[in-house]
């Protein structure tokens, strides 16, 4: 019974390719949650996947001489936010860093989400997701989204021509476009800044 557990397990896994972040939930219709557990743990111990957190695993990215590379934050906190149907979106230092208006990645990285709290420790990295409105969520998984809240995490005074420019260079016209789009779920701070990277 165990072997077709973990044939099933490591098939589903290979199928969604290396760098994949997963926890026992993704595997709950191949068999009850303790069989699920003890088949991922068998897993780990022959090192095909990797423990990153209690319930957290992922199926390592190699690199040909550094080994198995870290996870993908982004990854991670989309597994942590279980499953696919929640919305997860990169919040203030860390959303500032993706957008390259930042050099240092935080100590915490948080992510807002429509699901549940949590915060995960993976090798020295916190990993928080935090219940927002449906408001903020509005935007996730868009470049809006991203730039409210790396904005909002820099705050109005800091936010000088030096950043304008760098955003403005990132921007494709789809981009702008979409910011347009959006601009009603941004403070209206945030709104004059999305019109002058229009012009």
Known sequence: MSQSIDNKVISRIYGKKRGWVFAPIHFLDLGSRDAIDQALGRLAKSGTIRRLARGLYDYPQKHPTLGNLPANYEKIAQALAGRDNLKIQPSGAY???????????????????????????????????????PKNMATAGRISGLIIQALRHLGQDNVDNNIFQMLKKKLSDMDKRQLMKDIRYAPAWIGNIFRQLQE
């Open 95 to 133: 959303a500032a860093n993706l957008l390259g208006l930042t050099e240092q990645v935080p100590a915490k990285i948080v992510f807002l989400t429509d699901g549940a709290n949590r915060t995960v420790l993976i090798s020295k990295q916190q990993i928080i997701l935090k219940r927002t409105t």
